[in-house]
């Protein structure tokens, strides 16, 4: 005849063995999900971190030596972009007296600039992109040229992006037309041709 206490014994040692994986199992149902949604998702962070808005079309003031002081516009696709600018443009010509000391001259024009630049992206990291510029310019002073240079975009916001540029810039006819148009002395040699220009520009992009 069994042993009814032997019996009880084993039942409830049967049942604890039972219970064991049954709480493991509703612990991992009930505190899994709300561990996950509490988890960071090391994914997701980098993404929203660089979430920018429309690109296709912004403008803001730019001011410089490159493109001159007044409004860029343009946009377009991730490779390829359009700015055209407009303003104000100041001109210096440094120079040498045709003396024997050849003391330092300069003359100073005032010029308005129209600029097209094309911008082939050449690489991207998070909030910022860099390209290189090729464009068309246009001088009161200094007549028709192109240029070549660097273009950085470093998003401040959404829709704010800082925008940089460096380059130079030949302006071909530009001698000839300073002794035309501009009567510049002849009692000096330019330092420097002033065919060659360059520099840089700072600029505020919108993009609503």
Known sequence: MENPIRTAVLAAHRARRATVPLVAAVFVAGVGPSF????????????????????????GPTAGFLA????????????????????????????????SDKAARLNYYNSFQVNEDLAFRIFQRPRLDGSLLVGYK???????????????????????????????????SAKDRLDRNQG??????PALTPA?????????????
């Open 184 to 189: 510049y002395p002849s009692d000096r040699t």
């Open 196 to 208: 060659l220009q360059g520099g840089g520009n700072v600029g505020l992009l919108f993009f609503p």
């Open 68 to 99: 001159g002081a007044g409004v860029t516009m343009g946009g377009g696709g991730g490779f390829l972009r359009g700015w055209f600018t407009g303003g104000f443009m100041p001109i210096v010509v440094f120079a040498n007296a045709r003396t």
């Open 36 to 59: 996950a949604r509490a988890a960071p998702d090391d994914d997701a962070a980098p993404s929203a971190a660089v979430e920018r808005g429309q690109r296709r079309f912004g403008f």
């Open 138 to 172: 246009y001088n009161t002073v200094l007549g028709s040229g192109g240029a070549v240079g660097l273009g950085i975009m470093y998003d401040l916001t959404r829709r704010v992006v800082l925008q940089l540029s460096a380059g130079v810039a030949v302006f071909p």
